[in-house]
């Protein structure tokens, strides 16, 4: 995190706009969601981890905000 603060310290806005989305026919069960890459993580758990990375960061600065997009 250090390399943050010296690269972007001044930063004060995080916007998480990343994610993966398959198609998958729910119809023939659940066997899809479970092969593959699974997108849960990756769409629910890595905007709280980067949030939490930048956290710190971002409370130093007077006025800041994370935006999550869908």
Known sequence: MEGCRVN???I???INNAGIQRHMDFTQGAQELMAGENEIPVN???PVFL???FIPLLSEQSSAAIVKMK
């Open 8 to 10: 972007f310290s001044g």
């Open 12 to 14: 004060n806005i995080l």
């Open 44 to 46: 629910l758990e890595a």
């Open 51 to 53: 949030s939490a990375q």
